[in-house]
Nanobody, 120 residues
Framework: QVQLVESGGGLVQPGGSLRLSCAAS????????MGWYRQAPGKQRELVAT???????NYADSVKGRFTISRDNAKNTVFLQMNSLKPEDTAVYYC??????????????WGQGTQVTVSS
């Protein structure tokens, strides 16, 4: 019913920047919140940042001051601007959206993930 398409991952040097994008499409009535999660090898998936339709944001302590989440509600798109990247930011980053579809049910949808590698 709903697909999330991510882009922007890649390889950067420590201290560099990347901007991730995720666009939701499909049988969407509304999206309550969107966010980014990441999973490094051998670790659990963790929250990076979330944003509600009203613009309220939450960040993991590890990325506060370095990452910024934003969204374009009209385009059902969420962005993650990542600055001052560190090797420990290396992970697969997943886009998430809490979506209400036209059948009036709501659940979380996930993107396929995009690899972010921070290394010299």
């Amino acid at each position: 019913q709903v697909q999330l398409v991510e882009s922007g991952g890649g390889l950067v040097q420590p201290g560099g920047s990347l901007r991730l994008s995720c666009a939701a499409s499909g049988n969407i009535f509304s999206i309550y919140a969107m966010g980014w999660y990441r999973q490094a090898p051998g670790k659990q998936r963790e929250l990076v940042a979330t944003i509600t339709s009203g613009g309220s944001t939450n960040y993991a302590d590890s990325v506060k001051g370095r990452f910024t989440i934003s969204r374009d509600n009209a385009k059902n798109t969420v962005f993650l601007q990542m600055n001052s990247l560190k090797p420990e930011d290396t992970a697969v980053y997943y886009c998430n959206a809490d979506v209400r579809t036209f059948d009036m049910t709501t659940r979380a949808y996930w993107g396929q993930g995009t690899q972010v590698t921070v290394s010299s």
